[in-house]
């Protein structure tokens, strides 16, 4: 009997799913904007004198701990769990490696804290009862990001929507409710880890509802450890390549061009660093765990790419070119009125993001493949490629030679994905 042949969706119906997708995971990236808003108003209104400052270096804290788990662990479960049935035996397999990485990610992340609480919790004046409850905190906070991840890879967006507005609104009402009865701002800030943490109980319900949380049984897939390895060593790649190389730069232009002039170049980095969590939000809620459905159907999945491109091409460039075309409006309006100076620099950055972003969805082929060292090595090489570029350009065109860097470099990492994927993307 010949096997029956599967046609592929029509393409209005992969730009459907994917919008309707993107609908309701854009609720969630709202929420999670405007609760970072009122946070921050909330510590800068009522935290005293360094009450953002501490709000930043408690988030950095929170970071140091979790970026390995979300964006290693968390990634990886994804692109296994999502082509399974919830409950078969290789998805129980996976998911217990998730489980056991997670679990070693917050023993090792509290070794470090115990070990060295003097460099990462003094600023607090924190004690041997702070630190506990942080701890404790950071696990809940980690096991709310596990299985949201479970949520997200069996395409449960309503649940995951929901469950992030509610994340969103206990964090500033925790910290709100501390500050008004005349709480220390740490303690205020512990509160807001905790009321987030707290969030694992009903994202547990509702997955365990899913069927999505079954019973582990038998040890440990030694494969499976290895497998989700594999996406601890791109999420190194990127704190190594891209948040240091970040850093670097902030510190090489303050160096060659003052603190004033650099906050130019920095309020052109925030604006652009808005809009990049959104995109970035919305790919991995929505693409991403649609790209690693379709693992095992070439076709589908070169279709599915083609849509996404051809949609978010044309319709970023009108979203940053609108950007540009208010730029003496919004930057005042965002900052302050100085930084309507920093005008100049913000084509080449929007162009830098326009090719930063539709770079971003090639390279989720990567993850979605889990092409561990290939990702590795075009992190690598993009970052030798933008120093190289920064000794060219900054000499010649002063500060807009930052930007200008970042658009060659994204142009050119854009060029060879497109190069590089064009089997995946032509698959017919």
């Given at each position: 009997?010949?096997?029956?042949?599967?046609?592929?969706?029509?393409?209005?119906?992969?730009?459907?799913?994917?919008?309707?997708?993107?609908?309701?995971?854009?609720?969630?990236?709202?929420?999670?904007?405007?609760?970072?808003?009122?946070?921050?108003?909330?510590?800068a209104?009522?935290?005293?004198?360094?009450?953002?400052?501490?709000?930043?270096?408690?988030?950095?804290?929170?970071?140091?701990?979790?970026?390995?788990?979300?964006?290693?662990?968390?990634?990886?479960?994804?692109?296994?769990?999502?082509?399974?049935?919830?409950?078969?035996?290789?998805?129980?397999?996976?998911?217990?490696?998730?489980?056991?990485?997670?679990?070693?990610?917050?023993?090792?992340?509290?070794a470090?804290?115990?070990?060295?609480?003097?460099?990462?919790?003094?600023?607090?004046?924190?004690?041997?009862?702070?630190?506990?409850?942080?701890?404790?905190?950071?696990?809940?906070?980690?096991?709310?990001?596990?299985?949201?991840?479970?949520?997200?890879?069996?395409?449960?967006?309503?649940?995951?929507?929901?469950?992030?507005v509610?994340?969103?609104?206990?964090?500033?009402a925790?910290?709100?409710?501390?500050?008004?009865?005349?709480?220390?701002?740490?303690?205020?800030?512990?509160?807001?880890?905790?009321?987030?943490?707290?969030?694992?109980?009903?994202?547990?319900?509702?997955?365990?509802?899913?069927?999505?949380?079954?019973?582990?049984?038998?040890?440990?897939?030694?494969?499976?450890?290895?497998?989700?390895g594999?996406?601890?060593?791109?999420?190194?790649?990127?704190?190594?390549?891209?948040?240091?190389?970040?850093?670097?730069?902030?510190?090489?232009?303050?160096?060659?061009?003052?603190?004033?002039?650099?906050?130019?170049?920095?309020?052109?980095?925030?604006?652009?660093?808005?809009?990049?969590?959104?995109?970035s939000?919305?790919?991995s809620?929505?693409?991403?765990?649609?790209?690693?459905?379709?693992?095992?159907?070439?076709?589908?999945?070169?279709?599915?790419?083609?849509a996404?491109?051809?949609?978010?091409?044309?319709?970023?460039?009108?979203?940053?070119?609108?950007?540009?075309?208010?730029?003496?409006?919004?930057?005042?309006?965002?900052?302050?009125?100085?930084?309507?100076?920093?005008?100049?620099?913000?084509?080449?950055?929007?162009?830098?993001?326009?090719?930063?972003?539709?770079?971003?969805?090639?390279?989720?082929?990567?993850?979605?493949?889990?092409?561990?060292?290939?990702?590795?090595l075009?992190?690598?090489?993009?970052?030798?490629?933008?120093?190289?570029?920064?000794?060219?350009?900054?000499?010649?065109?002063?500060?807009?030679?930052?930007?200008?860097?970042?658009?060659?470099?994204y142009?050119?990492?854009?060029?060879?994905?497109?190069?590089?994927?064009?089997?995946?993307?032509?698959?017919?």
């Amino acid at each position: 009997m010949p096997t029956p042949v599967i046609q592929p969706e029509p393409r209005a119906a992969v730009l459907g799913r994917f919008l309707r997708g993107s609908a309701g995971s854009a609720v969630a990236v709202g929420a999670r904007t405007g609760g970072a808003l009122l946070l921050n108003k909330l510590l800068a209104v009522y935290g005293g004198a360094g009450g953002l400052t501490l709000l930043a270096h408690f988030q950095n804290l929170m970071a140091l701990f979790t970026t390995l788990p979300n964006d290693g662990v968390h990634v990886g479960a994804v692109k296994y769990l999502a082509p399974l049935q919830a409950g078969s035996g290789r998805y129980r397999v996976w998911l217990g490696a998730g489980l056991v990485l997670n679990g070693g990610a917050v023993l090792v992340g509290a070794a470090l804290l115990l070990l060295l609480p003097g460099p990462l919790v003094s600023v607090f004046g924190a004690g041997e009862g702070w630190v506990g409850l942080f701890l404790l905190g950071l696990l809940l906070l980690v096991g709310h990001a596990f299985v949201v991840t479970v949520l997200l890879a069996a395409g449960r967006l309503r649940a995951y929507v929901g469950l992030t507005v509610l994340l969103s609104a206990l964090g500033p009402a925790a910290v709100g409710t501390v500050l008004y009865l005349g709480g220390s701002v740490a303690t205020a800030l512990l509160a807001y880890l905790l009321a987030q943490g707290l969030t694992l109980l009903p994202a547990a319900g509702v997955a365990a509802r899913a069927g999505l949380l079954p019973a582990l049984r038998g040890p440990v897939s030694g494969v499976a450890l290895r497998g989700l390895g594999r996406f601890l060593l791109m999420a190194l790649s990127v704190l190594v390549f891209s948040k240091a190389v970040d850093f670097s730069l902030r510190e090489l232009l303050i160096r060659q061009f003052g603190l004033a002039a650099t906050d130019l170049w920095q309020a052109v980095a925030k604006l652009s660093d808005n809009y990049t969590m959104v995109f970035s939000a919305l790919m991995s809620s929505v693409y991403y765990p649609r790209l690693a459905a379709l693992s095992g159907r070439p076709r589908e999945r070169a279709r599915f790419v083609r849509a996404v491109l051809a949609l978010l091409a044309p319709v970023l460039a009108a979203g940053l070119g609108l950007l540009w075309l208010l730029r003496g409006w919004l930057l005042p309006l965002l900052f302050e009125p100085r930084f309507a100076a920093a005008g100049f620099l913000l084509a080449p950055q929007l162009l830098a993001d326009w090719l930063k972003l539709l770079t971003w969805i090639l390279l989720f082929l990567l993850t979605a493949q889990a092409r561990v060292g290939r990702y590795v090595l075009v992190q690598g090489a993009s970052a030798v490629v933008l120093g190289g570029l920064l000794v060219l350009l900054l000499p010649h065109y002063g500060l807009l030679g930052a930007p200008l860097a970042q658009a060659v470099r994204y142009g050119l990492l854009l060029g060879w994905c497109l190069w590089y994927f064009r089997q995946d993307i032509r698959a017919l």
